[in-house]
């Protein structure tokens, strides 16, 4: 059926200026886009060009953002919503991208109630109906195909926060019982801090032990990035996300 918003897009689609070529080398310095079909990288290709279109860029402390960073910022912001809809993206408008680790200001409460202010680097960020913000050092890092992504990471934010706050529970599909969310996650965001408390080595970076929102970030990068790794670690977290993002050809092992 005709819609405005599908005329919409197809009209933005038609007068894209990034060529196939343009495309293509961006894709090529990206190893987690190489398993995708021809029709993965097609809807990838819009989606993207969708994504440049209604999102700013905005390089800040000097940095420029050519059109080579810019589509492969795209591309992976991308990745995630591959088989859902770009309406996923929506709520906000503009990435914000610094030269490399930025520093913040935020308060943290101690175990006695004790309210302190904390000064502390980070690689990305990513605000509740407001910009993201990215570290281009941590995004060129994030080239490499080693469950390492600032990128997929704070996407993953922004969608978690689609139905109110990030807290680790996105808004579901209608045909995904949150029982069985719940279920898989809480048993393995419990492991993984046991395992840390007890000295152990884990499959995920330690940071997904700091709260269950980033639990479910660190999971979206690995699963992207590294799924064999993820299904091993947390088999019943690597369905639940498999049947999240709607992606059934990434290989567990």
């Not at 080398?25 to 029709?39: F, I, V």
């Not at 088989?83 to 490399?100: A, E, K």
């Not at 202010?117 to 993201?132: C, K, N, Y």
């Amino acid at each position: 059926m005709w819609s405005f918003r599908h005329w919409r897009r197809r009209r933005i689609l038609a007068r894209s200026a990034v060529s196939k070529g343009e495309w293509r080398r961006a894709e090529e310095s990206l190893p987690l886009l190489e398993s995708l079909t021809d029709d993965e990288r097609h809807r990838l290709r819009e989606w993207a060009t969708l994504f440049l279109h209604e999102k700013s860029l905005e390089g800040v402390q000097g940095l420029t953002i050519d059109g080579d960073a810019a589509r492969r910022i795209a591309l992976q912001a991308c990745l995630p919503i591959l088989h859902l809809d770009f309406d996923w993206l929506r709520g906000w408008t503009s990435v914000v991208i610094y030269p490399d680790a930025f520093v913040v200001d935020h308060e943290e409460m101690d175990s006695a109630g004790v309210v302190h202010r904390v000064r502390e680097a980070r690689s990305g960020e990513s605000w509740d109906r407001g910009p993201l913000i990215i570290s281009a050092a941590d995004v060129d890092a994030g080239r490499q195909r080693d469950a390492y992504n600032v990128i997929l990471h704070e996407i993953a934010h922004k969608l978690d926060a689609l139905n109110g706050v990030a807290d680790g529970f996105p808004p579901l599909h209608g045909d995904m019982q949150p029982e069985a969310w719940t279920r898989a996650f809480t048993r393995a965001f419990e492991d993984i801090n046991q395992r840390l408390d007890a000295g152990q080595e884990t499959l995920l970076d330690p940071y997904a032990a700091e709260a269950p929102e980033e639990f479910f970030a660190v999971a979206t990068e690995t699963f992207f990035e590294v799924p064999e790794r993820l299904a091993e670690a947390y088999p019943d977290v690597f369905e639940q996300l498999a049947r999240f993002y709607r992606v059934w050809s990434l290989k567990r092992s």
